[in-house]
C-alpha cells in the first residue's frame, strides 16, 4: 500500500506534464486551424477586389504597445487586411530575430527603429526591394536609394532636465537652462550629467558622431572630452539616462526626445531640450524576404506614408513624420526650427570602430 | 544461470538506454543551439578581445566580480543556511521568505529599486542617513549581486546542512573538542558539496547576468552586458559571440576548479543508521551573532522589495508617492501572458528535474567514462548569457527535423534547459550525502534498480528535489533573457510586457505588473506546498 502511495505523485506530475505539453500542443493546432478556416471564408469575400494574395499581415514592430495597437486597428479598418503583429523591445532585437529566422521567415514586415538596423539586413539579402509610389512625396534622406527600407518617422536627440533639481541646486549660481550642446560644458554639470555609451547604445554614438560633425574632428574630439568632465557615467542603453534623471538621481542628460516627452507626460518634472544642430534617426520599416504575405507588406508600406497614419503617429510617439505636412509632435518645436546637423550616415557607419576605440580610450574606464 | 545474465543485461539495456536518451536530448538542447551561435563568430576577431581595450577591461571585470560576489554569496549564503537549519531561533519563516524571495528578480525593476533607496539621492542613503555615496561601480554591484544570487547557493547548502547528521559532532563533543573546532573539521568538510554547488551555481549566475551590471555597474562593463547590448543595442552578431563564447573559458575554469575541490573523498552522512534528532547547543552569543546578521540581510531585501510593492500603487514611480490603484488596469488586460508566465514556468521546472534527476544519479553513482562530459553538460546552460541561449534556440529549431518557432514548447524547452544547471547541482549536492550502501542494502534484499531508485533515493532526495523545484519557478516566471527571442503573439510572457512598460517609461504600470506576478507565482507555490505537505503526512507515517 504504502509503495503505491510514493508512486503517485511522481506518477501524477509526470502525467501533468504530459498533459499540459499535450494541451499545448493541441491548443495551437486547433486555433490554427480555426484561422485558416476563418481565412478562406474571409479571402473568398475579399477575392473579388484582388489577385490570389492572401488577407494576412504578420509584423514584427519595434514600437511602444499603445502605438501598435491603434495602428493594428487602422490598418485592419482601412484596408481589411488582418493583421497580427508580435511587439520587440527595440530594432536590435527585431533585426536579431529576422536574421535567426532567415531560413524559414515568421514574419512579412519589420517595422520601427533607426534604418542602421535595416541596412544591414538590406546588405545580407534578408529584406525585398520596395519604392513605393507614395516615396515621391517624401524627402529623399528618408528614402532608402537601395530600397531596402523606407523611413517613415524621425527622431532627434534631445537634453533632459529635471526642472526641480536644476531650480535648487544650478539656478541659484546663475545657471540657466541649456539652450545648446555647448552649454553642457559648464563645471557646474559636474557629477549631474548622463549620456550614454557609443560602445553600446546606438543614440551614444549618433550623439558623438554629431559633435565630430558639427565641430570637425579636432574639436569635436575637445568637446566630447570637456562633457566627459561633466558626464558622471554612460549608460549602456540610450534611454537608460531619462529615468535617473525623471527620478532626481542626477539633474541632466542627453536622449531621444521622444522619450523624454513620453516620461515627462507621466508626470515626471522634467523637461525636453531639443538644441540646435541636433542628429537624428530615420524610423524604417522593411519588408522581409520570403515572408506569406509580400504583397500585403506592400500595402502597410504605402499606407504608413500617408498624411493620416503620419499625423496619427505623431501624436502617439511624440516623434516627427517625415511628411513636411505633418505638424510636429506636442510640447516640442516644428520640424523646420529644428536644425539637424549634417549628418553623413555612411561616413559615421565607417567610422564607428575607430570613434568608440578613441572614446573607450577617452573616459579610460 | 541465463536468467541472472538475462537480468543483468536488462537492467544494463534500461541504463544504457536512459544514458542514450539524456545524451540525445543535452546534444540537442545544449550543443547544437550553443554552437548556432558560436558559429557567428568570425575566428579572426578573437583578437580583438585583446586589443580592444573595452573588451578585456570588461573581461577583467566580469572575473573580478564573479570572484568577488561568489564568496560574499557563499557567506551569507552558509550563515542562513546554518542558522535556519541548526539553531533554535525566531522568525524562521520569514528568513526562509528571504532566502527564496531574491530569486523573483524581474528585469531592472529590481536595478532601480535599489538606486531609488542607496542611490546618490536615495531614500536611506540621502534621506535617512545624509550619506554621500555613490552606488554606480563595483562595490555597489557587489551588494546587489551578492543579496540577489545567495538564495541559489543557499537552496543548495541548506539542503546540505539539514541533512547531515549530528552524530560525528556529538562524538567529537564527547572527545573534548571546542566548538570552533567541531565546526571546523566536521561541519564545513562535511558541507563541502553543497558549500561547492552553492557557489558554482551562484558564480555562473553572477557571470552570465547582465541586467544588473547594466543599472547599477555605472562606467565598468562586464562581458554578458556587453554581449548583450552589442546584439541588442548594435545588431552585431559577432561580436555577441565572440564575447559570450568568451564567457565560456572561465565556467570551465570554475567547473574544473570546483570538482577538484570536492574531489573524491567521502561526505556520506546519511547512512541508514540511527541518528540523533537534535543537534548539539550553541552558545547563544554565536547564536544571536548569526540571527542579527539574517536580520540585517532581511532588512534590505524587504526594502528592495518594499519599495518595488509600494512603488506599484503610486502616482508617479520614484517621484510622487500617493497612493492610487489605476496602473492595476494594465494587468488584467494582459491575463494571456500571466497565465503564459506561470504554465510555462511550472512545466520548465517539472521538466527541468525529471531531466536533472537521472543526470544527477549517473553522474554520481555510475562511473562511467562520460561522466566528466555529462557532468560538464549539466551546468553548461547556467554558463552563458540566457539571451545567448535563447538566440541559439531562435536559430536552431526554425528549420526541419525541429521546426519548434512560434510554439509553446520552444518556450518551455528552452527554459528548462536554462533551468537543469541549478537543480541538477542541488540534486547532485544531496545525492553526494547519501551512501550507496543504502541502496546496495535495497539491491540485496531483492529490488530491482527502479525499486530501489523509487524507495530509497526518491525519497531521501525529496528535500534537494522540492527546493530545486521552487528557485526554478520562479526563475522561470521572472525569466526575460532566455525567451526574448523566441516568443510570438501567442506564447507571450508577463516579463516581456514588463520589458516594454519600462522601455515606455511606465516604471508604476511596470513595478504593478511585477507585482501581479510575484503574488500569483507565490500563490502557486503556498498551493503545491500545501499539496505537497499533506502528501508527506500520508508517508511519514
Known sequence: ?365 | MTTTILKIVTRNLLFYLTFGLLLLIISTFVIWPILKVVSFAQLENFSELFTNSRWSQAAIHSLMMTMISTLSCTFVAFIFAYTIARLEIPCKGLFKFITILPIVSPPFIVGMSYILLFGRQGIISKQLLNLNVDVYGWHGLWLVQTITFFPYAYAVIYGVLKKSSPSQEYAAYNMGSTHWQVFKNIVLPLSKPGIAGGALIAAMSILADFGNPMVIGGNSTVLSTEAYMQMIGWFDLSSAAILSTTLLIPALGLFLLNRQWVGKQSYTTVTGKESYSSHYPIPSYIKWTLFSFCMFITVIVLLVYGVLFYGAFTTTWGYNWSLTFSNLDYVFSKGKELTNSIQFAVLSSILAGVLAFPLAFIVQRKKMGMNRFLDFLSVLPGAVPGVFLGLGFAIAFNAEPLMLTGTAMIMVIALTIWNVPTFYSTLLAGLQQISSSLEEASQNLGANNLKTFRHILLPLLKGPFISGMVVTFLRSVTCLSVIVFIYSAKTSVGTVSILGLVSNGEWGKASSFTVVLISIAFAVLGISQLFFRNKRNANDY
Open chain 1, 1 to 365: 500500500m504504502r509503495k503505491n502511495i510514493k508512486l503517485l505523485p511522481f506518477l501524477f506530475i509526470l502525467f501533468m506534464c504530459v498533459f499540459m505539453l499535450a494541451a499545448c500542443g493541441t491548443g495551437e493546432e486547433s486555433e490554427t486551424v480555426a484561422g485558416e478556416g476563418s481565412k478562406e471564408t474571409a479571402s473568398e469575400e475579399t477575392k473579388k477586389t484582388e489577385e490570389p494574395a492572401t488577407d494576412r499581415l504578420v509584423v514584427y514592430a519595434a514600437l511602444n504597445e499603445e502605438d501598435i495597437v491603434e495602428i493594428e486597428k487602422k490598418f485592419e479598418a482601412d484596408t481589411g487586411i488582418d493583421m497580427e503583429y508580435i511587439r520587440l523591445g527595440g530594432a536590435g532585437e527585431a533585426s536579431t530575430r529576422v536574421q535567426a529566422e532567415k531560413d524559414h521567415p515568421q514574419a512579412d514586415i519589420m517595422v520601427g527603429g533607426s534604418v542602421e538596423f535595416y541596412q544591414p539586413l538590406g546588405e545580407q539579402g534578408i529584406l525585398e526591394k520596395y519604392t513605393s509610389p507614395n516615396a515621391a512625396e517624401i524627402d529623399d534622406k528618408f528614402n532608402d536609394p537601395n530600397g531596402y527600407w523606407q523611413g517613415w518617422y524621425m527622431g532627434v536627440l534631445g537634453i533632459v532636465v529635471n526642472k526641480e533639481r536644476f531650480e535648487e541646486e544650478l539656478s541659484p549660481k546663475g545657471l540657466e537652462m541649456p539652450k545648446t550642446w555647448d552649454d553642457l560644458l559648464d563645471a557646474n554639470y559636474k557629477g549631474l550629467f548622463l549620456s550614454s555609451n557609443p560602445a553600446t547604445a546606438g543614440g551614444g554614438y549618433i550623439f558623438a558622431a554629431t559633435q565630430l560633425f558639427r565641430l570637425g574632428e579636432e574639436k569635436g574630439w575637445e568637446y566630447l572630452q570637456g562633457l566627459n568632465n561633466n558626464v558622471h557615467h554612460y549608460t549602456a542603453g540610450a534611454v537608460d539616462p531619462i529615468n535617473l534623471i525623471a527620478t532626481g538621481e542626477f539633474a541632466a542628460g542627453m536622449s531621444w526626445a521622444h522619450d523624454i516627452v513620453k516620461s515627462a507626460k507621466q508626470g515626471y518634472p522634467i523637461e525636453v531640450i531639443v538644441p540646435e544642430e541636433t542628429a537624428f534617426e530615420i524610423g524604417g520599416a522593411g519588408i522581409i524576404k520570403g515572408g506569406e504575405n509580400t504583397e500585403n507588406a506592400k500595402k502597410f508600406i504605402d499606407w504608413l506614408l500617408t498624411k493620416e497614419v503620419g499625423e496619427m503617429n505623431t501624436q502617439l510617439s511624440n516623434r516627427y513624420s517625415v511628411r513636411s505636412d505633418v505638424a510636429p509632435p506636442q510640447g516640442m518645436i516644428p520640424v523646420d526650427d529644428v536644425k539637424l546637423v549634417d549628418y553623413d550616415r555612411t561616413k559615421a557607419a565607417e567610422m564607428k570602430e575607430d570613434v568608440v576605440k578613441q572614446f573607450t580610450e577617452m573616459i579610460g574606464q
